[in-house]
């Protein structure tokens, strides 16, 4: 089983993803903005904090949480006209050290809810072996931020 890490190389420590390859066994994984196309899961994480794990095919055919859509949002498609929209980010980074309560992505997402301001939502699974830490996605909404 191969395992890749996704999200902003900026909240990635050599620590982090070892704890990483010790929690899942020694699974092999890789740290990258894009996927690995052969990676068997992926774990999307945003600000230090996991917000979505999963097969990769479900993932990247069904993102729950709002981060991942925004990341594959942003994945160029060749054919395309060029469209940057002002949606795809926006709001201020995250704060990493002494965070305030709540969701880390709220002030970028599209979606967020009043309780996405006060409650760091907790992974729950959304379909089997498919989880997601999104107040909005664990509500049952269609999540479609991007």
Do not use: D, T
């Given at each position: 089983m191969k395992l890749a890490v996704i999200g902003g190389g900026s909240t990635y420590t050599p620590e982090l993803v070892d704890g990483i390859a010790r929690l899942t066994g020694g699974i092999k994984i890789t740290e990258l903005v894009l996927c690995d196309p052969d990676a068997d899961r992926l774990i999307v994480m945003y600000a230090g904090h996991l917000v979505e794990t999963g097969p990769a095919e479900e993932v990247l055919g069904s993102p729950r949480h709002p981060y991942t859509q925004l990341l594959l949002s942003a994945v160029p498609d060749p054919k395309a006209e060029l469209n940057v929209g002002a949606e795809t980010d926006r709001g201020e980074?995250?704060?990493?050290?002494?965070?305030?309560?709540?969701?880390?992505?709220?002030?970028?997402?599209p979606l967020a809810i009043a309780i996405c301001h006060e409650v760091t939502p907790r992974l729950a699974e959304l379909a089997p072996g498919h989880s997601a830490a999104s107040h909005v996605a664990?509500?049952?909404a269609e999540v479609k931020a991007f």
């Open positions: 980074p995250p704060k990493v050290i002494n965070p305030a309560p709540g969701c880390r992505f709220r002030a970028r997402c664990q509500s049952g």
